[in-house]
Each structure stands twice: as C-alpha cells, then as structure tokens.
C-alpha cells in the first residue's frame, strides 16, 4: 500500500503533505527529527491519510494536495476538524 497523508504542526498547526508506504514508521520519522523540511515544526500528528495501490497515484495525489486546489479541497474536507482545532 501507498499512502498520500497530511500532518499538522502542534507547534504553530501548519500543514505538511506527503507520500510513504508506512504512515506509522514515517509518522515517527516526521517526530523524531529526521526530515530535514519538517524538523523545525515538531510534534507532528497525523489528521488525514489516502490509501492506494499504485505509487504513482500516491505521488499524484500528493501532488494535487499541495496545489491550489487540493488547498481547497483539504479546506472543505476537513472544516469540522479545523473549526474544533480554531476554538
């Protein structure tokens, strides 16, 4: 299995997309201090994921969810999430 996966910051909740084939692994990944893009950003927690098949649709998806519309999408698919999160 290929995941697409956003995490959020609890330091500052900004958002990180990305792709793996282990969510759990590379969650603590993320945690520990190992991804250079993320490390200034630790904790992490994991608030959406994608399962697929077929890497490259892991990777595509990945890729739309850092554009523009996959902004919105995120935005619309999880609004009850950030409405809580705001409060």
Do not use: C
Not at 5 to 12: F, P, T
Not at 60 to 77: F, N
């Amino acid at each position: 299995m290929y995941y697409a996966y956003i995490l959020q910051s609890k330091k500052d909740s900004r958002l990180y997309k990305g792709f793996t084939t282990d969510l759990k692994k590379r969650l603590l990944e993320h945690n520990n201090g190992l991804v250079t893009s993320t490390k200034p950003w630790r904790s992490w927690k994991l608030i959406y994921y994608e399962a697929y098949l077929d890497k490259k649709d892991s990777i595509a998806r990945e890729k739309y969810l850092k554009s523009g519309w996959g902004k919105r999408y995120i935005d619309k698919t999880l609004r009850h999430y950030f409405q809580q999160t705001t409060k």
